[in-house]
Structures are given as C-alpha cells and as structure tokens.
C-alpha cells in the first residue's frame, strides 16, 4: 500500500489575510503582514503608559482580525458556554468546518471515521478575561470554565460539534504544535484508525493590541522585524494565527475523486534529548537526524527538493544551527533550492506555526511558483557560498520542474523544548483540467490535482444549489459564490454545479439555478428566489391534462436520463403496433405537421411522457404521497400508481384518443370567473356542460360549436374574462357519450389492481387509498364527467407541509392550484414550465425541502470537485470584557428580559421567573420561555445539573431531577417548587 498521503482540503487566517486566497497573494508579493501599532491604539487596549515609555518597548504584532466573533448557533453551543470558550478553540472548530467543506468532505450522509489532530498555545483569555472576574466562576462553576477552556478537550470538542468518530487528539510540542500533528494524523491514516484526519493548529496571544519588551540575547527582534537567514537577522516578531488541512491516504483520494492539493511524501519527528546547551536551545543532531529520517521514510533524495519551509526564527544561535543541519543533510551539486520562512511575512505564530507553514508550501506546489523570502537585504555567509545547495528568492518566480522528477518540498518546524517534526512534500499528479482559481473564505483553491477522470462533456445548463443555516447567511453565500463564479470564468461549471449538490452539507435556507454558463450562474444567483426547506414535506404530483402539450417536450430528459429514454422507448414502440406512428418523432422532435395536435395522437403523447416523468422522478428520489390527473393525466397517475400497466395505459389512450377524435365538432371556452357567474351565463344554453372545474374562478365549459359561441358573445358584452380552448371536440360533456359508452366496453377487459400510491379522482375529489381498487365503469365516468380538479387538490390541502408539483409541460395546473384558498400554503412547482428546464424544477424541488439522489441527477456525467467558497459565518461576538459582570445573586434577582405573556412568565409567578432568570444566565440566551426545553436550546448533562442546583439554593427547595426528564422546562421545575 501506499504510503503518501493526500491533501485534500486546507483552510486558514492568518495577519493580513482572512482567507487562503489573500494569504497566498501576500506571500508572493513579499508582504510583511506584521502590524506596528500606535501609541493610541496600544492605549486603548490597555497598555500602561510607563509600559510604552520601556526603552525596550517594541509595539509590533501580527494580529488576527476580529478573534472575538464566532458561530456558536452553527455549532449548537449555548451562547454563554462560546462566551467562556478560548477563542483559540473557537477558530480552530470554525476552520476545522472550512478544512473539511473547502474540499467537499463534509455532506448531509455519516463522515466516518475522521480523526482530529490539533493543538493551541498558551490560553491568555483564560488568565485576563475568564478568570479576572471572580463573578464568573462563581456563576458558572469551575466545571464548565475548565470545559470551554482546558486543552484537554479541544480537539474532542471538534469531533463532538462535526460528528467525527476517528481518533480526537490534542497535541502540545510548543512552537512545532501543529506540524507535529500532521505528522500523527498521517500516521494514523496509515494504521487504519481513521479514513480522513484533520490537522492544524492555533494561536491568539492577548491582548493583540500590544507589543512586546524586548530583552536582549532574546528571542524577540529589537526593531519589530523578522529577517529569517539575513546577515542582520536579530530575533522573531509574535503573531497571531489558525490552520487546519485535511488528509487522506492517497488511493482513497484518487478513488473518491478528490482535490489533491499535495502529496506528503513522509515525515518524521523527534526530540534533542539533552543534546544541546539548553531545554530551550536548538540541537544540530536532533535536526539533522529528523531531516534524514523523513527524506529516508518517504524514499526522497533531498537533492530533489526545489523549496524547504524553514523553522526560521531569525534568531542568529536558530538559523546558524538549522542552516548546519540543512547543509548536512542536502549535499552540494544538484539544482538549488529555494530557502523561505512564513515567519518573515506573519510573525512566530506558536503553535499554529508549522501548519502556517506547510500551507504555505502546498500553496507553493499547487501554483508552481517559489515564493520569495520577505525582508531579506543580504544573506547569511553561507547562503552566498556558491557551493551551498540553497538560495534565497528576494521576488517570486516560476517554478520549473527537472525533468522526469515531479516538483517536491519540505517544511521544518521545531518546537520549543526539542521536539523536531519534518515533513516531505511532492506535487499532486498533474491533472488534464487547467487550474481554475482560489477559492474565497479560508478555502483551497481549485488549481489543485483533480483525482477523478473522465473527458469533459458537452456544456449544458447545469444546476447549482446553495444553502445555509439562516437567511442572511443564505445572503451572504450566493454573494460570495457570484463573486467567485464572476472572478472564475474558465471555471467547469458542471463541477462547480456537482461540488454543490453531491459534496457540500444541505441547510434549511436554500436556493437553486440553472445556468449555461459562470457568469450566468453569477447573476441568476443574485436575483434568485431565497426558500425555507419544510421538514419531511408530502409531494403530490400533479399529472396535467390535453392542451399542455407542445412538441419536443422530451427531447431534453430523453438526452440526459437512460431511464427517462428507456421509458419513452419502450413506450413509444407499443404505441407504434396500435397507431402506426412513432411518438417520438413528435416528442423529440419540431413536429413541422402539427400531428400532435390531434387528439388521437395528443393523448398518447402526453401520457407517454408524463408517465416518464413521473417515473424518472421516483428514480430520483421523489416519494409522492399522493398522484392528481387531470383528464387524461389521470391514466398517468394510474399507471405510476401500479393500477395499469404501461402498456395498458397506452393502449386504454389510445382506444380514447381515437374515440375523441370521431366524436362530433364541438368547442371549449374556459371563463375566469366563479361557478355562478358561469352558471347564470349558461342560461337557456342547454347544450353547453361545465367540463371542468379548476379553481373558485377557473371554469371551463363544454359543447357544441354554435352554443359555445353565443356564450363567448355573453361574456364579451359582461365584460367578463375568457379564451377558447385549441381543442376541436367537446371534452368531458355529454357530446362524449358515445366515447366513453365505447372506452367502458374496453376498459372492462383491464384487470383492475390495487394502487401502490395514493391517487385522488378528479372525477369526485374522493381519495384512493393504497390497497384500493377503482369501481367498475370509471374511466368511462371520467370521460363524460366534469373535471372537478379544485376538487381533487382540497382533498390534500389538509397537508401542512404541502408540495405540489406539475409533472408535465407547461404550468397550468400550478396555476390553478394558487387560486385555491384552501392550496395557499403548499408549496409549489412546475417541473417543465419549459422544454429544457427540467433541472430548474428539480433545483426547486429540493429547495423546498425534497431530499434528491444527486449523482442520479448528474445521471453519469463525469465532473470534477471543484474548491467553492464555504458556508459564512454569523459575526457574533462572543467575549467576556474586563468590566465586572453581575454576581450570581444579582442574575437570580434579575427581572425577566422577555416580554411577559401567559405563555412565558405571570407577573405573580416567583418561582417560574426566578428559573428562567437562571436559565438565561447560565445559558446566555436572553429568550427563554417557560416551555422551553433546556436541551434544544443547547444545553448538556453537566450544565443542567448546575442549573438544577442554583435553582434549589435560589428557591430553598429540592428538585426531583428524575422527574424532569421528560419535560425539562422552567414550568416543570417551578411547578416542582411550588408543590414543595
């Protein structure tokens, strides 16, 4: 088996850059990202003033913007219990989420076993927010600051908030912090303990507004800058930052057809022991024997390594003995390599540092460019040997490969206290897509290795869907996505589309386009209909009837979905035995004769296709919890239904079509007004029969050719509304008689069966229950009688979570169904309003909360992962100030913030708004109702146990918590003590 690991996402903030995109831009262009700060501003932030006078006083930092925001509702975590949390851990849940979303990992199905492997350093917030105020321990109890804040549970938290099962580790080795967990996380994908790992770590030194005394001999530059391997290099500069990469075994990528940004080759890690002068001393020989122990591991000759990630500290005693340690271990003679320090852009980051790094260099891979060491003005002595195997890059390049051998780096990391970690990179195989861009929002790029293949097909309109978890973020993402689309144009939409749909997880708020093209996606995104998903929403399909017709309709399904074609196929080879027609000539094709006009080839036609349909969206996914017809849309019905057969479908269609068409002339008007409008303008005409029944203003009437057109002439005078129908023959009127006498005869030979799926009669609204059997004489019923279709969609308008969907051309049953007050609520979809917009129906169906099998929508297209922008996240601050907060005593005597109502608190009721008092303390949500459930409002065990016992101290009085168990709500527990 392989030993090379892939990695397949990568996610990071860093001084100077919000996202992997801006902080692969600033590494290239040489930025120093490090902030010097002014005398207000350290100040401001609490700076004693003698403090900035020190002679040594240096006022520079790289700093992270905005470290106090955090998604807690994303997470599930209580706002009080993000309130306490090390920001540390909070950056690192939120980038472990991009890490894993930026390749596509991270979906609505089990992610397996994914191992976390990640560290922080020193937790300032705990010393001067958590615990400066004696309140807070006091209040929230020892128990829940040690959970939010102890490293001990970082890295369990992270698989505990994304559902992860593999292996959950914190790894302390100070400043080598996260490039040793890489290393660990490799291993454990080579044992087997997990599939998928995440690695990386973190670091906010506070406050950030602050600089540092430098001391000298230290390690801290005097003059606020970090020259890694420059003659004048005299000492680092703090900073803050977080990453995380997610890894693979390299075959499980290529199989699952993921980005590969890199490969890691090997890497090792070891200690110095007491091999140096001092604990916190570098050692030569505990770095040589890591360098060469990786190089060995990963079966890489050193010589081949076009650019090495330094530890580069710019300290003179680090960089004298890491450049021995390179020297010994790369030998002189082959093609340079190029020497870089992320430390010369972004400062010492600590504990996130050695991921900052590795990033960094995958970056540097994925682009093929070297990236240049910034600040430096004259090199070390033994940089300028020409005998040395490296060289020091003062501006970007291109980065040529040696022929035959593929590009390769290595970072170093070494940590405060010996622990070395060295890691050996390779270049993804070289993919047949050209690269296509970075993502935005801390994601990887798409530039990277494409592991599945396949050639490209045709362009077409593809579907992409987006979704978050609140409307503003939904907002806020098609923004994002419009903007990476527009910045992208040589972007596979077809990949982009399938990334979407089939690798990203699928929140409540949602919406869908259709497009040919990025920069149409871009605008269709920025004017497309936001909708909330219903929870298991009930489909009925709607199956329309003759008049919705129109040719080539299944032209664009039958060239996008075997099992649509097979269908179509199988059917329109039986009708050719009966007709002598081949249907498919007017379903695929321009129809030049208007054939499909005639009645006795509509109806065939028509049913052909939706029953397709129908059946294409069953394979789909789609579970109808009951089928509509209207008219001959109902023979449809009963065939997805199972009471007909295909064939007997057909052939019943066909036997009716033909028996309509040698009916005698007659014509059908349908008037937009109610029942008795209609019924009044009826009077005297005898003839004429209500044919169908649609909505409260939707009639149609039926009859013959001369009475039909003294109606028109009524309606016209009343000002009334109407339009002819294109029909020729008086449909569901008494002119049908002899049809549907001649239809019954036919449809008495059908054995009858039972339905599989619920169908309601459009001819009486009645409901056909699963198991049910239609009554003798009912399709020549339904030929003669009226359409009642209002009637048949009240009969499932009781279904508060309602879709409707118009399974067919055209969108006139939807139509219809918004004009009936009882149908108002549902949802509703066309899945055909055009020819080829199938996908858009589909993309609406989904948004309203119908789960879809994708890859059978993407129906074997091959498509590629491609990097998108990932779900944002709400700024939510979340940060306890220096300023004192209000004593347990006080909270519990604190009136109620919410508004009084029966539903929540009386104004006599003590006990009740004591709990809730406590309740909104301890969780920090301010709209706690009495019937409230402590556990969906993100509570857990421990906290509820505190809850329970400030609520007794509080009421002098004991709780049955056994009690609670099945109604944990503030009302529960006050009426306890009340009851005594």
């Known amino acids: 088996m392989s030993q090379e690991i892939a990695v397949v996402g990568m996610a990071g903030r860093f001084p100077g850059a919000a996202d992997l995109d801006a902080y692969w831009s600033n590494l290239v262009a040489g930025r120093i990202s490090v902030s010097r700060l002014d005398r207000a501003e350290l100040l401001a932030a609490g700076v004693p003033a003698a403090q900035l006078d020190e002679p040594g006083y240096v006022p520079v930092r790289g700093t992270l913007a905005d470290p106090e925001l955090f998604d807690s509702a994303f997470f599930g975590i209580p706002p009080r219990e993000a309130d306490l949390m090390d920001p540390q851990q909070r950056l690192l849940l939120q980038t472990a989420w991009q890490a894993l979303e930026s390749g596509g990992l991270i979906t609505d199905g089990p992610p397996g076993r994914v191992g976390v492997f990640a560290g922080t350093g020193y937790n300032y917030y705990l010393q001067q927010h958590v615990l400066a105020d004696p309140a807070v321990l006091e209040t929230d109890g020892l128990l829940s600051v040690v959970l939010a804040n102890e490293k001990d549970h970082l890295a369990t938290r992270i698989a505990y908030r994304l559902g992860l099962g593999g292996p959950a580790i914190t790894v302390q080795s100070a400043c080598s912090t996260s490039l040793t967990a890489v290393h660990l996380a490799c291993q454990s994908l080579r044992t087997g303990d997990c599939d998928l790992a995440l690695a990386g770590g973190a670091y906010l030194a506070l406050p950030q507004q602050s600089g540092y005394q430098y001391e000298p001999k230290g390690i801290m530059s005097p003059d606020g800058s970090c020259r890694p391997f420059d003659a004048a290099a005299n000492g680092t500069v703090p900073g803050s930052g977080v990453g995380v990469v997610a890894l693979k075994r390299a075959e499980d990528a290529r199989r699952d057809g993921d980005l590969i940004h890199a490969l890691i080759s090997g890497s090792a890690i070891n200690n110095d022991g007491a091999a140096k002068v001092g604990y916190t001393a570098p050692g030569v020989a505990g770095q040589v024997d890591v360098l060469a122990r990786a190089y060995a591991g990963a079966g890489v000759d050193p010589a081949t390594v076009g650019y090495l990630e330094a530890h580069g500290t710019a300290t003179e005693v680090g960089d004298a003995i890491e450049l021995a340690a390179l020297h010994e271990v790369f030998k002189a003679g082959g093609a340079r390599c190029s020497l870089g320090s992320v430390k010369a852009n972004i400062g010492h980051l600590s504990a996130a540092a050695g991921v900052a790094g590795l990033i960094k260099a995958v970056l540097a891979l994925r682009s093929r460019q070297l990236p240049p060491l910034a600040g430096v003005r004259q090199p070390r002595a033994e940089l300028l040997d020409p005998a040395s195997p490296f060289t020091v890059d003062t501006v970007a390049r291109d980065w040529p490969a040696a022929p035959g051998t593929p590009r390769r780096a290595a970072v170093s990391s070494f940590g405060l206290g010996g622990t070395n970690v060295h890691v050996v990179l390779t270049e993804a195989p070289t993919a047949e897509a050209a690269p296509t861009g970075a993502a935005s929002t801390g994601a990887a790029s798409t530039d990277a290795v494409r592991a599945a293949d396949g050639p490209e097909p045709p362009a077409g309109p593809e579907l992409l869907v987006l979704s978050a978890r609140s409307d503003d973020a939904l907002r806020t993402a098609a923004e994002r996505l419009a903007a990476h ?133 069953l394979s789909l996914g789609v579970k109808p919890a009951a089928l509509i017809g209207h008219s001959v849309g109902e023979f449809a019905a009963a065939a997805l239904a199972g009471e007909l057969t295909p064939e007997e479908m057909l052939r019943l269609v066909v036997e009716r079509g033909a028996l309509m068409q040698r009916a005698p002339e007659g014509r059908m008007v349908v008037v937009l007004a109610d029942g008795p409008t209609v019924r009044r303008h009826l009077a005297d005409l005898d003839e004429l029969d209500l044919a169908s029944l649609n909505a409260p203003e939707v009639v149609v009437v039926s009859g013959p050719v001369a009475p039909i057109g003294r109606l028109r002439e009524r309606l016209e005078a009343d000002g009334v509304p109407h339009r002819p129908l294109p029909a020729r023959r008086a449909f569901h009127s008494r002119m049908m008689a002899d049809a549907a006498t001649a239809l019954g005869a036919i449809a008495a030979d059908v054995p009858a069966r039972p339905a599989t799926v619920p169908v309601v009669s459009s001819v009486d609204g009645g409901l056909l229950p699963v198991g049910g059997v239609r009554r003798a004489g009912y399709w020549a019923e339904q030929l003669r009688s009226a359409v009642r279709y209002q009637d048949a969609v009240e009969a499932v308008a009781d279904r508060s979570r309602l879709v409707l969907v118009e399974v067919g051309p055209g969108t006139g049953l939807i139509g219809s169904a918004r004009q009936i007050p009882a149908a108002r609520h549902a949802a509703m979809v066309a899945l055909q309003p055009r020819r080829a917009d199938l996908l858009g129906g589909l993309g609406q169906l989904w948004a309203h909360g119908v789960d879809l099998d994708w890859p059978a929508v993407r129906a074997g297209a091959p498509a590629n992962r491609a990097a998108l922008p990932t779900h944002p996240f709400a700024a939510t601050r979340h940060w306890l100030d220096a300023a004192p907060a209000a004593s347990p005593a006080d909270a519990r005597s604190a009136p109620s913030s919410a508004s009084a109502s029966p ?12 709990v809730l008092a406590i309740w909104r303390t301890l969780l920090g949500v301010p709209d706690v109702g009495a019937d409230s459930d402590f556990f969906a409002l993100g509570g857990e065990s421990l906290l509820f146990i505190r809850m329970i016992s400030q609520v007794q101290r509080a009421l002098a009085t004991p709780i049955d918590i056994a009690a609670l168990a099945g109604s944990p709500t503030p009302r529960a527990i006050a009426a306890q003590a009340v009851a005594g």
Do not use: C, I, K
């Open 485 to 617: 689309l527009n910045a992208r144009p040589g972007l596979p939409l077809r990949d982009a589309a399938t990334t979407s749909r089939e690798h990203r997880r699928h929140f409540p708020h949602r919406l869908a386009v259709v497009a040919g093209d990025p920069a149409a996606a871009a605008r269709a995104l920025a004017v497309a209909p936001r909708r909330t998903a219903l929870r298991r929403p009930e489909v009925v399909l709607l199956l329309p009837g003759q008049g919705a017709e129109a040719p080539g309709m299944s032209a664009w399904p039958y060239h996008r979905f075997p099992g649509f074609a097979a269908d179509l196929d199988r059917g329109a080879d039986h009708v050719h035995g009966l007709l002598g027609v081949d249907l498919r000539d007017l379903l695929l094709g321009s129809d030049p004769d208007g054939l499909l006009h005639r009645t006795d080839l509509t109806q065939p036609a028509l049913v052909l296709h939706e029953y397709a349909l129908g059946r294409l969206l």
């Open 903 to 914: 539903s929540t608190v009386s104004a006599v009721d003590a006990p009740l708004g004591q």
